[in-house]
């Protein structure tokens, strides 16, 4: 008995999946593009998100925000998102081999999820591998890992594509916060539009 405890321990340990947070809501009492913290009751939630996040929260107050509770070895980190979909797709890159939390985070800021999934169905090892940090080796086990799963979502991502309006203080805001995060300006303004 004394093994098959140590053994699920070591797959819970392995599991990305598992995630005993849905979401906290409560005041925004700081935003930055890297990070959040939401008071709720009392307690201030230091939160991680992306520059996709930080544009859907900004200039807001209050909010809902959903939750990746990431726990590894001695560390504890809240990963926030906006929308589920968004928390989806992050959960399904820290599942591929290589791509850890902060790794997925930066994807998600350099690209909004429906051209994450746009990119991994039509294979595109060229738009996976702008990202800072993303070489070819990994943005093919991206591919390879996630075209069937994401494909199997039934989404249609370029329906997605089309229907996002993006205005040019929005295109400002992620150049200016990718530029902060380290991209070269000439990069982030490619990445951008």
């Known amino acids: 008995m004394q093994f098959i405890i140590k053994f699920a321990l070591i797959l819970d340990s392995k599991n990305h999946t598992r995630n005993m947070y849905d979401y906290i809501s409560g005041n925004i009492v700081e935003l930055t593009?890297?990070?959040?913290?939401?008071?709720?009751?009392?307690?201030?939630?230091?939160?991680?998100?992306?520059?996709?996040?930080?544009?859907?929260?900004q200039g807001t107050t209050e909010g809902k925000i959903y939750v990746y509770?990431?726990?590894?070895?001695?560390?504890?980190?809240?990963?926030?998102?906006?929308?589920?979909?968004?928390?989806?797709?992050?959960?399904l890159l820290v599942s591929v081999s290589?791509?850890?939390?902060?790794?997925?985070?930066?994807?998600?800021?350099?690209?909004?999820?429906?051209?994450?999934?746009?990119?991994i169905i039509g294979g595109d090892v060229n738009?996976?591998?702008?990202?800072?940090?993303?070489g070819i080796?990994?943005?093919?086990?991206?591919?390879?890992?996630l075209k069937d799963k994401i494909a199997k979502g039934g989404e249609d991502t370029t329906a997605a594509l089309l229907a996002q309006?993006?205005?040019?203080?929005?295109?400002?805001?992620?150049?200016?916060?990718l530029v902060m995060l380290g991209f070269a300006k000439a990069a982030a303004d490619k990445a951008v539009k």
């Open 98 to 119: 290589g791509i850890g939390p902060n790794t997925a985070r930066m994807m998600l800021s350099s690209m909004n999820s429906a051209e994450i999934r746009t990119a």
């Open 127 to 134: 738009r996976i591998k702008s990202i800072k940090g993303i």
């Open 165 to 177: 309006e993006t205005s040019s203080a929005i295109l400002e805001e992620a150049l200016a916060a």
């Open 33 to 57: 593009p890297a990070e959040m913290v939401v008071d709720n009751h009392g307690t201030g939630y230091k939160i991680l998100i992306s520059l996709q996040t930080y544009s859907a929260l």
């Open 137 to 145: 080796k990994t943005a093919q086990r991206v591919i390879i890992d």
């Open 69 to 91: 509770h990431h726990k590894h070895e001695d560390d504890e980190l809240f990963y926030g998102f906006a929308d589920k979909e968004e928390r989806a797709i992050f959960t």
